[in-house]
């Protein structure tokens, strides 16, 4: 089991939109893969303080965690990854992306985000979830 943490933040607009980030091109894991937003949980950081600090870093937007909603485990098997669902603090959704983590990003439905490749595994499997749910 991996001993690093990380967060991915689950952000849905009125619409039923996600916001997807494509990686910047010079990162060292995933460089160009479009996932949500996330990151490392640094040391005695939790993960709610974690994500509301990586949303702030690589897109600029102010958000409070709201509950857990899922769980994974990185491709390289490096972060237990906790999936947070994060709401805005207010309805500016002006994004200023990272120069270097953030290449692009993109408000997208679930059947939509689906289209982009390359895509991290999980985060593929859980939009096709969101398109197909089980009953």
């Given at each position: 089991m991996p001993k690093k943490h990380g967060v991915v933040a689950i952000l849905?607009?009125?619409q039923g939109r996600f916001l997807l980030i494509r990686r910047g091109l010079q990162l060292a894991r995933a460089p160009?893969?479009?996932?949500?937003?996330?990151?490392?949980v640094e040391e005695g950081e939790s993960f709610e303080a974690a994500?509301?600090?990586?949303?702030?870093?690589?897109v600029g937007?102010?958000?409070?965690?709201?509950?857990?909603?899922h769980e994974t485990i990185s491709p390289n098997n490096e972060y237990?990854?906790?999936?947070?669902?994060?709401?805005?603090?207010?309805?500016d959704i002006k994004?200023?992306?990272?120069?270097?983590?953030?290449?692009?990003?993109?408000?997208?439905h679930p059947h939509d985000a689906l289209q982009l490749d390359p895509m991290l595994p999980t985060l593929k499997t859980w939009l096709s979830d969101r398109?197909?749910?089980r009953s």
């Open positions: 849905q607009d009125e160009g893969f479009w996932c949500f937003v996330g990151g490392e994500i509301v600090r990586e949303m702030r870093e690589e937007l102010e958000v409070r965690a709201i509950s857990k909603a237990r990854l906790h999936w947070m669902i994060v709401e805005l603090y207010h309805n994004l200023c992306l990272h120069e270097i983590e953030v290449a692009e990003a993109r408000w997208l398109c197909n749910p």
